[in-house]
């Protein structure tokens, strides 16, 4: 049971290019979430799927696109990258069943664009 | 979501119990006392959560007060990889989908 894993766990980009980052959970949860940290700061909701087949913008999502490829698996893809989207980004799956809403957080990705 | 205040930051031994609070006076009926931590550079962790009942899992115990406005995050043995910032946030148990909103939380350094 690895939990939530991502892919890669460092990236350096140039300016305008694009990329994709992945994520995928075992443990059966509907719903997925992507998120990026900046240095000393709190997190910052991109996108999130509350189901497969269906996708959300959160609190920050211009400049990302995600796919909800299925249960498992959800990815966010940076077009155009640009410095402002240097960041750490976590996802996470969500657990909310009986009196339980937790979220599972993978060991993020690392992106730096020059 | 009510607000939660915790301090800054603590110290504990390293093989002490870790005693963190955290003040949620304004916690609704409905709302649940969460617990995650994020050690440096890694993702967020989850630890426990409460409603009203104490609860012990394997990592720690969690101690809601009575009136449920105050609860204290125990981690019996600390260790040098419990140095993180540990988080205190309260959730209302519903099914939209929930972003999750940390705040400062406190800063513990488990000394050797």
């Known amino acids: 049971n690895a939990g939530v894993t991502q892919t890669p766990k460092f990236q350096v980009l140039k300016t305008g290019q694009s990329m994709t980052l992945q994520c995928a959970q075992d443990?059966?949860?509907?719903?997925m979430y992507w998120y990026r940290q900046d240095p000393g700061m709190g997190l910052r909701l991109i996108y999130y799927?509350?189901?497969?087949?269906?996708?959300d913008k959160g609190e920050v999502p211009n400049g990302y696109n995600v796919s909800r490829l299925n249960k498992r698996e959800f990815s966010l893809r940076l077009e155009s990258a640009a410095p402002s989207q240097t960041s750490v980004y976590f996802c996470?799956?969500?657990?909310?069943?009986?009196?339980?809403?937790?979220?599972?957080f993978g060991p993020g990705t690392r992106l730096t664009v020059l | 979501d009510a607000k939660t205040t915790q301090p800054t930051s603590m110290d504990c031994a390293e093989g002490r119990a870790a005693n963190l609070p955290c003040n949620h006076s304004?916690?609704?009926?409905?709302?649940?006392v969460y617990w995650y931590r994020q050690i440096h550079s890694q993702g967020p962790q989850y630890i426990i959560h409460?409603?009203?009942n104490n609860e012990t899992n394997e990592m720690a115990s969690l101690i809601i007060t009575e009136d449920r406005k105050s609860s204290t995050l125990i981690l019996p043995h600390a260790t040098l990889r419990d140095t993180a910032v540990y988080y205190c946030?309260?959730?209302?148990?519903?099914?939209?989908?929930?972003?999750?909103?940390f705040g400062s939380g406190t800063q513990l350094t488990v000394l050797p």
């Open positions: 996470a799956s969500r657990d909310w069943t009986g009196s339980t809403d937790t979220q599972y």
């Open positions: 443990m059966n949860h509907n719903s």
């Open positions: 799927s509350a189901s497969e087949g269906t996708t």
């Open positions: 304004t916690i609704s009926g409905n709302e649940y």
């Open positions: 409460g409603l009203k």
């Open positions: 946030i309260v959730i209302p148990f519903s099914g939209s989908a929930r972003q999750l909103t």
